[in-house]
């Protein structure tokens, strides 16, 4: 809770690409992280692509979470609808030619006030927050060779923070999809989409200070992808092209009395293009190969100024020397790389086998973030004049059997992973409405390697599953001037460095109508950095820090309960209901977020935020109807 985000083998939140009908989605949750922002109704399979990430898939360096939605009920109408004390949600879905065309729709909304009462910062009981979204999708055959699929999603986030400050953000998506078979072996898929996010700020309470500050972003996408079958191969070959379009942001005053100065930082604009090509080879009955190569280019374009500095000191505002101006079609930044996939699979035996992987990635967008939640604050910032493409290489290995009677799947992973043209950020930096971010980064490489084993059961009425996560991920300045160097040049931990990670998951199936289920997370504490040491100077108290993220925040345990019952199992019912009972963090205990440090009569004091620091019951009803 309280994080908007994952972190993947050592990457940041934003190094992560989520794709929803082939879409990216660029803000992932709802309500503090306590809900994903996509609907699990809506889900046919969700894929998460770590080690082996095909060539089909580029702008991340450290995963891709590819969402496949479902297609609706082709024979019959079919509907279901739910609520409880948080949020209700509805689905229906149907027909629109028996055996030919579908449609599905779903929605949710919350009404979830009360929840913030339940949390233990001051300022934070005193808000309010609200959500909703809304999925929907129709699918058609126009004949055997030839189907295609439109779908769309809307979502939105209100919170107004301390009776003040009003935070609202949401998500677009809009996707049109057309497969084609020429024969059994080959087929294309081509996909255009745009996806569109945007966050506003806006404080009334004051009216001569009154503010509405936004930030957007906004890309169009063309994809072309194909598959070919024959013998041993499995080729698959495409091109992407991706428009983007950033406004960094605008902070304009909210009424007439308001004294706000003005501002409007100019839109980035950027073309990303790719093509790739992947085969999979059967190299025997026991052995695989997986090679591809994807190239990519980059080009920023458009109106901009760049400011030019002294290249004997550390950028700063006071170093300005000149500035470069690009005109409407000018290119301001370009880079071009390729990128190198593969993968070799042994079965060793007929219920194990080992896999080795390799990824060089490349990433030209990137989230500003000083922060380890992604919050609505944050800003996407294209690569340009200054910041470069992040790439990294991951290498990767693991073992995977079979056990008990192919009953328990069991596996075990390593890997290693480094990162070039990474960044930090000075500390106290603002990012927000910053023209000239590249006076308040520090570039860093990173480096990152960790141990992930997991064992699950997946049959019968006892269904478990435990992961246990071993994972280090440290950066080191790379910046020519003294005060661009972070902890004298030593490694240090990376902001969502957490080394150790273990999430237990059981569900047991009383009957065909009761069931219970647990889900326990136990996580290291995220780096920190402490004032060590105070000091005044002409009358201020001045605060000495310890070196960056020498320290973590306590250990984050979660333990979550639902016992489900099912109201009938006849068939043909018009309205089958099913009851969840369940309860977050049933321990009640007040996870540390963050800890922050205020001057309280002149002693420095720290205090633990926690989020939701108490146990959270719900009872949920839903039913399913037209199901006769």
Known sequence: ?????????????????????????????????????????????????????????????????????????????????????????????????????????????????????????????????????????VT???????????????????????????????????????????????????????SDYNYTISSTSHPSEAFTMSHRINSTGLKADFNMYGGRHEINYGIDITRYAVNPGTYLPASDSSIIARKIIPEEKAFESSVYFEDKIALNENISFVGGIRLSAFLAYGEKTVMLYDPRVTRSESSITDSLKFGRREISEGNFGPEFRASLNIRTTDRSSVKFNYNRTRQNLHLLSNTVSISPSDTWKLCDYYLKPITGDQYAAGYYRMLFGNRIEASAEIYYKVMRNAFDFKGGTRLVM?????????????????????????????????????SRTFLKSTGSF???IINGGKWFPANFDRTNDLILSFNYLISRRFSFSSNYTLTSGRPITYPVASYYMNDVLLLQY????????????????????????????????????????VLSRQNVYSIYFTNNKNQVKGYKMSVFGRAIPSLTLSFDFFNK
């Open 1 to 137: 809770e309280g994080s908007m985000g994952f972190n993947v083998r050592g990457g940041s939140a934003d190094q992560n690409l989520i794709l929803l009908y082939g879409a990216p989605v660029y803000n992932s949750s709802h309500f503090f992280g306590f809900f994903s922002s996509v609907n699990s109704d809506i889900i046919k399979e969700a894929t998460l692509y770590k080690g082996g990430m095909p060539a089909r898939y580029g702008g991340r360096i450290s995963s891709v979470l590819d969402i496949s939605a479902r297609e609706g009920n082709r024979k019959e109408l079919f509907g279901n609808a739910g609520i409880s004390p948080v949020t209700t949600h509805i689905l229906l879905e149907g027909p629109i030619k028996k055996d030919t065309g579908s449609f599905i729709l779903t929605g949710r909304t919350t009404y979830s006030n009360w929840v913030m009462h339940l949390i233990q910062d001051k300022a934070i009981r005193r808000s309010r927050a609200n959500f909703y979204d809304i999925n929907a999708k």
């Open 140 to 194: 058609y055959d126009l004949d055997k060779n030839n189907k295609i699929d439109f779908s769309s999603y809307v979502s939105h986030d209100g919170f107004k923070f301390n009776s003040d400050t009003l935070y609202t953000y949401n998500n677009r998506i809009i996707a049109l999809m057309w497969r084609h078979f020429f024969h059994s072996r080959f087929l294309s898929t081509v996909t255009l989409n745009n």
């Open 434 to 470: 910053n023209e000239n971010i590249e006076t308040d980064v520090l570039p860093v490489k990173g480096k990152a390697y960790g141990l992930e084993l997991s064992m699950k059961r997946s049959a019968g009425k006892f269904r478990w599953s435990a992961g246990y996560t071993y």
């Open 482 to 484: 003294r005060d661009e």
């Open 546 to 585: 310890s070196e960056r993220n020498k320290y973590r925040i306590p250990v984050y345990s979660r333990l979550d309960l639902s016992f489900r019952i099912s109201g009938t199992l006849k068939a043909h019912k018009l309205a089958n209901p099913h009851w969840i009972f369940s309860v977050y963090n």
